[in-house]
């Protein structure tokens, strides 16, 4: 079991995601994110917000095409996969959304 710290600890399962998803806050994705050597921007939490609401109204974290025509839903046509891959720094844009946004880790994500 990891923990994060903050003001509180959090519990981590072992892949790295909050158990509890309500325990989320945008404070608590920055001191994820800067584990990792990145710097959430108010860009960043937009996404994140999305991210949770994807959640919030089907019930899983989703796979990176589900995601991303969500995000395009949400947030407009400026979104992509690359993008999202560049602003987050990472290749598992799915897997990395869902995990700093205190969401499990999607289903299909090895």
């Known amino acids: 079991?990891?923990?994060?710290?903050?003001?509180?600890?959090?519990?981590l399962d072992h892949d790295g995601h909050l158990q509890n998803?309500?325990?989320w806050t945008p404070e608590i994705a920055q001191i994820m994110a800067q584990k990792e050597g990145?710097?959430?921007?108010?860009?960043?939490?937009?996404?994140?917000?999305a991210v949770q609401k994807?959640?919030?109204q089907f019930g899983y974290a989703p796979a990176t095409?589900?995601?991303?025509?969500f995000l395009i839903k949400e947030l407009?046509?400026?979104?992509?996969?690359?993008q999202l891959m560049q602003d987050f720094q990472t290749g598992l844009v799915a897997r990395t959304?869902?995990?700093?946004?205190?969401?499990?880790?999607?289903?299909?994500?090895?």
């Not at 923990?3 to 959090?10: D, G, Q, R």
């Open 76 to 82: 407009g046509d400026q979104i992509s996969n690359a």
């Open 65 to 69: 095409r589900p995601l991303i025509k």
């Open 1 to 11: 079991m990891n923990h994060i710290t903050s003001e509180h600890e959090l519990l």
């Open 38 to 49: 990145l710097t959430l921007t108010p860009a960043h939490i937009t996404i994140l917000f």
């Open 54 to 56: 994807f959640y919030q």
């Open 97 to 110: 959304l869902a995990r700093l946004a205190g969401l499990p880790k999607p289903a299909n994500c090895l």
């Open 21 to 23: 998803y309500l325990d």
